[in-house]
């Protein structure tokens, strides 16, 4: 059995036209999920009316946002992949921003993924970071570092093995606490104390087995086609469980929460799991149809993804 059934969907156009006839929605088109109260649609997030045919009057307390950020993205015609100019992506990053804003209630959270190329200046995020500043509304709260098993890199330079995640809040978000214990100090070692003449460690003087997560996130497994929660053909997937900690977080069972570039939907299961509704889309029909399909398949299955095989078994 090979790894993969599929390569990188954004980069096989003779697949997307074998897949497009597949997918049940196309462009401007929203899918209404009757049992949870999910939407998915086909949308551009830089478009106001486009936002505005998802959410209607509905607004979310949590914005999980993960653009895509390698500048590199697909026009409205998605077989034409091109690499946008550093001043092209920051204007289309405004827009999404504004018409994001647009949607969020007084007191809500927002999360950006983004990366640092540090083989082009760190771009696009100091140049997205200081875009940020047009906006008085949002108020940066974290900067976090998420850790990556693999890497690039060379021989000549530190191997890269991190994602960044902007936090910003619009008003006074709640932030829940109890909610963000986790498994990081049985990773780390070190920080030594004595105590009662008997030298511990940092793990066995904390009150809990667990603590609060910090800014660095070392405890969460990138994605690959082992895991059960892959979605073959979707580059750079988010893990589950860290979409499921900013969710834990930064909301409360029932919450809308958004997400403009749904991709391999991680958000929407993240949701669903956590009794969140979730109103998402892609401007490709091809993950907005992956994003209804892996909800579909969890209800199913109870699984989190499809690991090595195949999203689409009609054309297997």
């Not at 196309?26 to 999920?33: A, C, K, R, Y």
């Not at 589950?240 to 929460?257: M, N, P, T, W, Y």
Request: glycine share 6%; proline share 5%; hydrophobic share 35%.
């Amino acid at each position: 059995m090979s790894a993969e059934p599929f390569g990188r969907l954004d980069h096989r156009s003779e697949l997307r036209e074998t897949l497009l006839p597949l997918c049940r929605l196309q462009p401007g088109e929203v899918w209404h999920d009757s049992k949870h109260g999910h939407k998915v649609g086909v949308l551009d997030a830089a478009k106001r009316e486009d936002v505005q045919k998802i959410f209607g009057e509905e607004q979310a307390v949590l914005s999980v946002q993960d653009p895509p950020y390698n500048v590199t993205a697909g026009a409205e015609n998605t077989e034409n992949l091109f690499r946008w100019n550093l001043k092209d992506y920051m204007e289309w990053s405004e827009k999404w921003v504004e018409n994001n804003l647009r949607i969020m209630t007084p007191d809500a959270g927002l999360y950006v993924w983004l990366g640092a190329d540090q083989r082009d200046h760190f771009q696009p995020l100091p140049d997205f970071m200081v875009m940020m500043r047009r906006f008085p509304e949002l108020v940066s709260r974290s900067f976090i570092t998420m850790r990556n098993q693999r890497g690039y890199g060379t021989q000549k330079n530190w191997m890269a093995v991190r994602q960044e995640c902007l936090y910003y809040v619009k008003g006074s978000p709640a932030f829940n606490v109890n909610a963000e214990y986790t498994e990081i100090p049985r990773i780390l070692r070190g920080y030594y104390k004595e105590v009662h003449g008997q030298k511990m460690e940092n793990p066995e003087r904390s009150r809990s087995e667990n603590i609060r997560a910090g800014n660095v996130w070392v405890d969460i497994q990138q994605v690959f086609y082992r895991m059960q929660e892959n979605v073959p053909g979707c580059y750079a997937q988010k893990p589950l469980k860290s979409i499921e900690r900013i969710l834990q977080a930064s909301s409360r069972e029932g919450d809308l929460v958004a997400d403009f570039f749904a991709h391999a939907g991680t958000t929407l299961l993240a949701g669903e799991i956590l009794r969140r509704r979730v109103f998402t889309f892609d401007i490709d029909p091809v993950f907005a149809e992956l994003t209804i399909r892996r909800l579909e398949h969890h209800r199913q299955t109870g699984k989190t993804g499809f690991q090595w095989e195949t999203p689409f078994p009609e054309i297997v």
